[in-house]
């Protein structure tokens, strides 16, 4: 009984692992090079590579003080994935909210630090705040721009 297990068990992982190579592989095209192509010469660099733009990360640090966010205007492309380090500089907790996207850190105290990952899936112009207390209205505010 304890062999038919095992033996299940590396059948479901061949069928996992088949699967998985299938789909990440799926969209690649071949080129084969004709006779003509080879000794063409090329513009771009041999390692160099491309990476399509809904699988690269923007990476951001906002620094908040009392009452403000640095810098306090961001750009970003739709889709894109954003990594944001939201550090606390200042003497008070806040935190970092775009209400409309559903994004959110946690309330930090001076000297943390907290990392969230988002991908805007609209375009416009959003305004970030701290959620805390007055913050807001004491102008701890600031523009997420969605390309």
Do not use: W
Request: with cysteine; glycine share 8%; hydrophobic share 40%.
């Amino acid at each position: 009984m304890n062999s038919k297990l095992t033996i299940s068990v590396i059948v479901i992982i061949l069928i996992v692992v088949t699967g998985g190579f299938y789909v990440m592989n799926m969209n690649k095209t071949v080129t084969t090079a004709t006779p003509a192509d080879t000794n063409q010469p090329t513009n771009a660099p041999i390692s160099e590579s491309v990476v399509p733009s809904a699988m690269a990360t923007k990476e951001i640090t906002i620094e908040a003080g009392e009452f403000k966010f640095a810098p306090s205007a961001i750009t970003v492309k739709k889709g894109e994935k954003v990594k944001l380090t939201f550090k606390n500089t200042g003497k008070f907790p806040h935190d970092y909210v775009i209400a409309d996207l559903n994004v959110a850190t946690k309330v930090i105290n001076p000297g943390e630090v907290d990392m969230i990952e988002f991908t805007p899936d609209k375009t416009g112009e959003f305004t970030f705040i701290c959620g805390v207390g007055n913050h807001e209205e004491q102008g701890m505010t600031g523009t997420l721009t969605v390309e």
